[in-house]
């Protein structure tokens, strides 16, 4: 079955069909709940937060325009509800995060080796510097392009790929350094490349 993109389902809660935004909640709340935790958010923060942005989103539903990609506008609100909260970096409990993934069979000891490389990881992500930060959350927990990030960043798209590309380079240097050996991690870090642009 073909999932309907943004567009269609927004068209649809605004023709009337309200029980279509379902079909954003779905598509947004576990990116959007990332996006607050990778920021610094509780679990219990983040929540609020992703329900606030969804409200919110439901509320201006007939304000965004229809030339504005929707996940960049959905994420435009995440980060202006985030920034008026006032939140400073807190730090974060490493509890799992939950990730919608395809079902992979593995061994118990590579799925434990994998949670401890994501959770490190996540620790690492903690330490870089907050727009370092943002960028790679909106890149790979958001997915959303170099553009995409420009726009809600104020960075122009050249300042996206150096906060990127530092920011991967500060994470690969920081893992060296730490445990004196290198990790793949599941965003694409190996020659400094993202995997899309």
Not at 23 to 49: P, S
Not at 65 to 84: G, P, V, Y
Not at 124 to 141: I, K
Request: proline share 4%; net charge neutral; hydrophobic share 40%.
């Amino acid at each position: 079955m073909e999932i309907p993109d943004d567009r269609i389902i927004v068209d649809a809660v605004l023709a009337g069909d309200k029980q279509a935004y379902a079909g954003i909640v779905d598509r947004y709340k576990n990116k959007l709940y990332g996006l607050f935790r990778k920021m610094g958010l509780g679990e219990a923060d983040a929540q609020d937060l992703t329900q606030e942005t969804l409200f919110k989103a439901y509320r201006k539903l007939d304000s965004q325009r229809t030339e504005q990609s929707f996940s960049a506008w959905m994420h435009t609100i995440a980060l202006n509800l985030f920034r008026d909260r006032g939140r400073k970096k807190v730090p974060v409990p490493h509890e799992p995060i939950l990730e919608t993934a395809a079902p992979n069979i593995e061994m118990p000891e590579e799925s434990m080796i994998r949670a401890e490389l994501r959770e490190e990881l996540d620790r690492l992500l903690d330490t870089l510097p907050e727009h370092y930060r943002l960028a790679m959350v909106l890149r790979y927990t958001g997915q959303l392009s170099h553009d995409e990030i420009a726009e809600l960043t104020g960075m122009n798209v050249s300042q996206v790929n150096n906060a990127l590309y530092r920011a991967k380079c500060s994470l690969r240097g920081k893992i060296k350094a730490k445990e004196g050996m290198r990790y793949e991690f599941p965003i694409a870090v190996d020659n400094g490349k993202s995997s899309a642009r």
